[in-house]
């Protein structure tokens, strides 16, 4: 919910970000192939400075909250702008912000970003932070559909199966092997025993020696 409030700027001042995010999922029974569409609406609170403001507790630690992620946003967008000169990678993660709007800026997707200033020379310092995000414009994304057949899914899935079945199998077979050959060599040593008497021969002897048929 997006939250308000007074302060010397403004008597409405945004106190908050306000992220709506709409999934829409459209299936075609006849081919199971399912579509799925992700719609982010963003209003992003504006950044403001304390002298400004006159703001102090609450709503002074909402302002620099505020101005923390507007920053952290900036950052972002510059590094997804410089992406091809080699830039690291964007802080997604440093704000829950840019976490949230990650796939927005970055994935599969169309973004467009309206920025709102004021002719105002009094608010000079705020539309020049504001007109820093012009940036944005130099972010490359790529829209794709998202397409996925439940057939296709299913037989991914079995071809998965399989392979982990065969790989377990394999597994078996070899940890088995070993207790497989010493229980024979058992057998043929219990053999050997009950052929000869009881006692084996020594080596390179046989226990039928010296018998005539």
């Not at 002298?51 to 923390?68: C, H, V």
């Not at 973004?111 to 002719?119: G, I, L, Q, W």
């Not at 790529?142 to 079995?158: G, H, P, T, V």
């Amino acid at each position: 919910m997006r939250q308000v409030g007074v302060t010397s700027m403004n008597a409405s001042s945004s106190r908050s970000h306000c992220v709506f995010v709409f999934r829409i999922s459209i299936k075609d029974e006849a081919s199971g192939e399912c579509k799925l569409s992700q719609t982010n609406l963003v209003d992003l609170a504006g950044s403001e400075r304390a002298k400004r403001t006159q703001a102090d507790g609450a709503r002074l630690k909402e302002g620099a909250n505020i101005n923390q992620s507007l920053s952290v946003l900036a950052r972002v967008i510059s590094s997804l702008a410089d992406r091809n000169r080699g830039s690291q990678n964007p802080p997604f993660r440093d704000s829950r912000l840019t976490y949230l709007l990650k796939e927005s800026l970055s994935g599969n997707s169309k973004t467009v970003m309206v920025a709102a200033v004021s002719p105002s020379n009094w608010d000079y310092d705020e539309t020049m932070s504001t007109l820093k995000f012009q940036s944005v414009k130099l972010v490359q994304t790529s829209a794709k559909q998202n397409k996925d057949n439940e057939q296709n899914i299913e037989r991914q899935l079995r071809a998965e199966a399989d392979e982990l079945k065969a790989k377990l199998l394999e597994l078996e077979v070899s940890n088995s092997l070993p207790a497989a050959i010493e229980r024979a060599q058992q057998q043929l040593t219990h053999q050997e025993r009950s052929s000869c008497g009881g006692t084996l021969p020594a080596a390179g002897s046989s226990c039928c020696a010296g018998r005539r048929p």
